[in-house]
């Protein structure tokens, strides 16, 4: 049967016909205003109008609201590209640097974008136009974006291509060698940087963690990085996105060189380390780092046969402490371990000694207190121990060192070996003011030859660095 009558059959050839005829008529619309944008990078001259990247820093710096939006500007700010978002560890951000090679300042693009790596690769050099944003501090870091009633917004995708121009040529970045924490400053912040030696503490090794898989792990993974040129240099923390692609890898065993951007934690209250990718770690794992350090562990009790013990109760108050056999020496500054009487809460405490770098005004403060030598084979089972506290000691840091090699002359101290002993504890900056912290029950009894143990502090008049540190109830037994 046929189930198409004529009329049918004239309907449908209309409807086709119509359908043709709209398909012709679309064709030959101009297409202006639905064409996709031209996002590849050119050659492109550098816009006459550059100021430089730390200026605008220091507009956030200068301004009362903590933020500085730029009006009917045509200025740009030039940049060198040394984030990556491929491997998930950064997040619609852009980081930038302005120099290939020993740059003075980084900043923070924001942008409601993502991925970017496709678009903007590292080393590629990019002009940002200052007219329509507004910079400010963000966790502690200089960002740029978009004025959002308080807090600063993304750039939205569709003014992406006004607002950043891509240069077609990208440089080989050369990041910035820093030996440690103690080289970390505002100057480095959002750039990109290198320890050459270094690697994850043993804590975190031996506990087989991974970047930021293990179930304590929220937003951020935090784990633990140790220089090899400083056994007492404080362990930086690096942080890796829950979300990153890498998460659930090993930490890297062994030691190498990290490639990293300098930044701040969210409360902006640490410098933290963010890596691009686990390309950033050449390690060779079979090497860790060789720290010659005393560690004879620690014990349960001090000895029955008293060696030493001083609590400074005998030494003149605002005096440079002086015992009968020690030895007490300012190597920089002028800052020495001085005797100090609490009061209010703590008079009761008595006598203590303490070293402080505030408001000294100088540079650099390194002052040594030292213990009178002792002949460790003489006897047995030799433990020792102290008590520390702290007056928000910040940047500043107390090291416990013995020496079998000290002539016992001033002279001597900067050239015999001074090895870092591990297991005495020392006050924290996080201690409580007033708390005093006791080092444990450290033995010596790994220890041969006639020696000398020493307290070095090490500050300066910074105020991002100063601070002072607490030493009482020195005493060092055998059996």
């Not at 064709?27 to 816009?47: L, Q, R």
């Not at 009362?64 to 990556?84: A, D, H, K, L, M």
């Not at 505030?358 to 460790?376: E, Y």
């Amino acid at each position: 049967m046929n189930l198409f009558n004529n009329k049918t059959m004239k309907n449908f050839h209309k409807l086709f016909a119509i359908a043709v005829l709209t398909v012709i008529t679309f064709s030959c619309v101009e297409d202006d205003d639905f064409s996709i944008p031209d996002t590849a990078a050119v050659d492109i001259e550098a816009p006459a109008n550059l100021i430089d990247m730390s200026a605008v820093i220091g507009l956030i710096g200068q301004s009362q609201t903590g933020t500085v939006t730029f009006e009917n500007n045509e200025q740009f700010i030039e940049g060198y590209v040394i984030s990556s978002d491929e491997a998930g560890n950064f997040f619609e951000e852009l980081i930038i640097q302005d120099a290939i090679q020993n740059p003075t300042a980084g900043i923070k693009v924001l942008i409601d974008n993502s991925p970017l790596f496709t678009t903007y690769a590292p080393g590629q050099r990019i002009y940002v136009k200052l007219d329509g944003l507004t910079a400010g501090l963000s966790n502690g870091v200089p960002v740029l974006g978009l004025n959002g009633s308080g807090v600063i917004e993304k750039i939205a995708p569709s003014q992406q291509t006004e607002v950043i121009l891509r240069d077609s040529e990208i440089f080989d970045i050369v990041p910035t060698p820093v030996t440690g924490p103690s080289e970390f400053t505002t100057a480095k912040l959002l750039t990109l940087i290198q320890l050459p030696e270094a690697q994850f503490t043993d804590g975190d090794i031996s506990a087989n963690r991974t970047f930021a898989a293990e179930p304590t792990d929220q937003f951020d993974g935090v784990r633990f990085i140790q220089t090899c040129g400083d056994f007492f240099a404080a362990p930086i923390r690096l942080e890796t996105s829950t979300f990153s692609d890498f998460k659930a890898l090993r930490l890297p065993n062994g030691s190498g060189s990290i490639t990293a951007i300098l930044q701040r934690d969210f409360r902006d209250d640490f410098f933290v380390l963010s890596v691009n990718s686990p390309e950033d770690f050449n390690f060779d794992p079979n090497t860790r780092c060789n720290f010659d350090i005393v560690a004879c562990g620690t014990v349960a009790n001090a000895g029955t046969n008293t060696l030493l013990f001083e609590n400074f109760e005998t030494q003149s108050t605002g005096a440079a402490a002086m015992p009968a056999g020690w030895t007490n020496f300012q190597e920089e500054g002028t800052e020495t371990w001085e005797v100090y009487t609490a009061t209010g809460a703590n008079a009761s405490l008595g006598k203590s000694v303490n070293c402080g770098s505030f408001r000294s005004g100088d540079a650099s403060t390194v002052a040594w207190l030292i213990t009178p030598q002792f002949d460790f084979d003489a006897q047995t089972g030799e433990v020792f121990s102290f008590e520390t506290s702290n007056s928000f000691a910040d940047g500043s840091s107390m090291e416990v060192l013995f020496s079998n090699d000290w002539d016992g002359t001033t002279a001597g101290i900067a050239t015999a070996s001074w090895e870092p002993m591990a297991d005495p504890v020392v006050v924290s900056d996080s201690e409580a003011f007033g708390n005093w912290v006791f080092s444990e029950n450290v033995s010596l009894d790994c220890v041969t030859g006639t020696g000398a143990i020493a307290f070095r502090y090490i500050g300066s008049g910074d105020a991002g660095t100063d601070g002072t540190y607490e030493l009482d109830n020195i005493s060092l037994t055998s059996n």
